[in-house]
């Protein structure tokens, strides 16, 4: 009996990889978790641990030996991150990887309105260039971290203006990264839009947060030079601003509004709406 392909998964110790790499494991799918620190890797049946970062291409290499498709969660945002991204890609194509399945972001493009989203862009650029297959999920901003957003006052602050985004859940992320995985040959080549089944302003999205909760918040629309001013004290460097900026930007441009079917496409059931979704985490 031959031996069936390996998956190896990275951003196992996170919310996203974390979950597809429990999924597969419940499935009981072999499978590599490629992790930086081995005692923070979950403990999975029919997985084996191996440890990599995406900056050390002889040790990503290693890491990848024998594995057939790869899920890429996307690297800590970091002003180099892109070559971090160019690294383990190429150590990949190195290693023998035929397929890589990339969590990238809605409207990636070199000259995205938020900043990150060019990272996005360049990296799916090196990965179609590295000679392996791909699919591309780019997801929108996460409903997980909408309630993050409120101040301790229960203000989301920003420039969004009235624009939408149709927000998605990470387990509709981490579904549809698994129906892919399982059948990697089914989806060669092809970019997803991962959204939810409705676009919001932040004002809408203050009000059900409020509605759900109990506790009142509300969306305060900053410009753009009030928005870089209240996030100057966190003495973060100025990419960094850029991008906490250029969140709420995106947003007011539309570049963030379009609504895909592609969740329910590929998994076979309908994105979770904002409403569903705090409803499952109260």
């Known amino acids: 009996m031959s031996t069936p392909p390996v998956i190896a998964v990275t951003g196992s110790t996170g919310?996203?990889?974390?979950?597809?790499a429990r999924d597969l494991a419940a499935r009981g799918i072999r499978q590599r978790l490629i992790v930086r620190d081995a005692t923070r890797a979950p403990d999975l049946p029919d997985a084996e641990v191996r440890v990599a970062r995406y900056s050390d291409a002889d040790a990503a290499r290693a890491a990848l030996e024998g594995v057939e498709t790869l899920f890429m969660v996307s690297a800590s945002e970091t002003a180099d991150r892109v070559e971090h991204h160019r690294t383990f890609v190429e150590a990949a194509a190195s290693a023998g990887v035929r397929s890589i399945v990339y969590t990238s972001f809605l409207a990636a493009a070199p000259d995205a309105v938020f900043t990150l989203g060019r990272d996005h862009a360049a990296t799916e650029e090196i990965i179609r260039a590295s000679g392996m297959s791909w699919t591309f999920l780019r997801d929108n901003f996460y409903m997980d971290m909408m309630e993050l957003f409120a101040g301790d006052d229960g203000v989301i602050r920003g420039p969004a203006g009235e624009g939408r985004c149709s927000l998605v859940s990470r387990s509709d992320v981490a579904a549809t990264a698994v129906s892919v995985?399982?059948?990697?040959?089914?989806?060669?080549?092809?970019?997803?839009d991962l959204t939810g089944p409705e676009a919001l302003t932040l004002a809408e999205v203050a009000e059900k947060i409020s509605a759900v909760r109990g506790n009142p918040v509300r969306f305060h629309d900053e410009t753009v030079d009030e928005a870089y001013a209240s996030r100057a004290g966190y003495g973060a460097p100025r990419w960094q601003v850029d991008a906490w900026v250029s969140t709420?930007?995106?947003?007011?441009?539309?570049?963030?509004?379009?609504?895909?079917?592609?969740?329910?496409?590929?998994?076979?059931r309908p994105a979770q709406s904002f409403d569903d979704f705090l409803g499952a985490v109260s």
């Open 248 to 268: 709420y930007t995106a947003i007011a441009s539309g570049d963030l509004a379009a609504v895909s079917s592609d969740v329910a496409t590929v998994t076979g």
């Open 181 to 192: 995985l399982l059948d990697p040959a089914a989806h060669v080549d092809t970019a997803y």
């Open 15 to 20: 919310s996203v990889g974390g979950r597809v």
